[in-house]
């Protein structure tokens, strides 16, 4: 059953540093988004892509973030220079984007951001 | 803005029966899901509602009552592996979830 994949599993870096999470989305999949959980929270909403493009974007998501589709595989986080704040597990999604509004996403197993 | 709320935290013992709801204030709606997540892990499909009603797959069901905010889902005959946080999210927007805190349900024999 296909699967979005991501790495690395965990990184770890200091603060101000940037660092880049990746994600191989389904591949017949358009619509592309990253979400955050910091330990013990809910699962927040960051960005929405498709058609190469951000579609929305949370009050998280902030010019200190950025996204990209270099290739026509990888969906990539930036966090240009990190915070403490920004210690979370962060999970790449992706759904069909064929049917409009209300598709089911699926997730990845998480990126672990430790930001020391 | 948006609002989402289900209880924190469930007990139950295996082979039962049980009932999670969820309450939600939105001011867009493209329906609502219902997620599993493991400690640890990664949020896994479970269901999808966006007609009033009842949806049903194998030991899960999903309700949902859009005049009312509400919604529920059903897990039958309980086995330890159900033992997980549940996450209800509305889907808004051009398709971003908004999740709830999630309900952490423990399965005890």
């Known amino acids: 059953e296909p699967e979005v994949t991501q790495t690395p599993s965990h990184q770890v870096t200091q603060m101000g540093q940037e660092v880049i999470l990746r994600c191989v989305p389904i591949?017949?999949?358009?619509?592309f988004y990253w979400y955050r959980q910091i330990l013990g929270q809910k699962v927040e909403f960051l960005v929405s892509?498709?058609?190469?493009?951000?579609?929305?974007k949370s009050e998280i998501f902030d010019d200190q973030f950025s996204v990209e589709r270099p290739d026509g595989s990888n969906f990539t986080l930036k966090i240009r220079s990190t915070k403490l704040e920004d210690s979370a597990m962060y999970f790449c999604?992706?759904?069909?984007?064929?049917?409009?509004?209300?598709?089911?996403?699926?997730f990845g197993p998480g990126t672990r951001l430790l930001v020391l | 803005g948006q609002n989402i709320d289900q209880p924190t935290e469930m007990t139950a013992t295996e082979g039962a029966i049980v009932q999670i709801n969820c309450t939600y204030q939105?001011?867009?709606?493209?329906?609502l899901f219902w997620y599993q997540q493991h400690a640890g892990e990664a949020p896994t499909f479970l269901s999808y509602?966006?007609?009033?009603g009842l949806e049903e797959k194998g030991r899960f069901s999903s309700f949902l009552s859009r005049s009312k905010g509400y919604s529920y889902l059903l897990l039958k005959e309980l086995q330890m592996k159900d033992s997980a946080s549940y996450l209800c999210?509305?889907?808004?927007?051009?398709?971003?979830?908004?999740f709830g805190a999630g309900t952490r349900l423990a399965v005890h024999p």
């Open positions: 892509f498709y058609n190469n493009e951000i579609s929305e």
């Open positions: 999210a509305i889907s808004g927007g051009y398709n971003k979830l908004i």
């Open positions: 591949s017949n999949h358009l619509y």
């Open positions: 509602n966006v007609l009033d």
């Open positions: 939105t001011s867009g709606f493209n329906g």
């Open positions: 999604a992706s759904s069909e984007g064929t049917s409009g509004r209300g598709e089911t996403q699926y």
